[in-house]
């Protein structure tokens, strides 16, 4: 088994940034997939960003591509998303997601789930 936990989200202006991070626990980190995903009011939930493990490849959605940044530190357990140049649209709940064998851009590619951490950006 492996937790998850969020942390970073909060309010800010549009423009501004934040950093969100993802502490794991219970299973090897270095060796799982690390995924990104947001959920916003109404709406699916979708794919921000990952990193595969095994070459460090690190893949972003179109709407995020040159403002946010995924990154990990193995030795702390933990993946962040760097966040800038934030938007109102890019208000939502955000997810982390893990996964040992799988490596996508959808929630079925993910086994294992944070609870989330809502980040609000006001215009």
């Known amino acids: 088994q492996v937790q998850l936990v969020e942390s970073g989200g909060g309010l800010v202006q549009a423009g501004g940034s934040l950093r969100l991070s993802c502490a794991a626990s219970g299973r090897t980190f270095a060796t799982a997939n690390m995924g990104w995903f947001r959920q916003a009011p109404g709406k699916e939930r979708e794919f921000v960003a990952r990193f595969t493990w095994i070459n460090g490849y690190r893949y972003y959605a179109d709407s995020v591509k040159g403002r946010f940044t995924i990154s990990r530190d193995n030795a702390k357990n933990t993946v962040y998303l760097q966040m800038n140049s934030l938007r109102p649209e890019d208000t939502a709940v955000y997810y982390c997601?893990?996964?040992?064998?799988?490596?996508?851009?959808?929630?079925?590619?993910?086994?294992?789930w944070g609870q989330g951490t809502q980040v609000t950006v006001s215009s």
């Open positions: 997601a893990a996964d040992y064998r799988r490596i996508g851009v959808t929630e079925r590619d993910y086994h294992y």
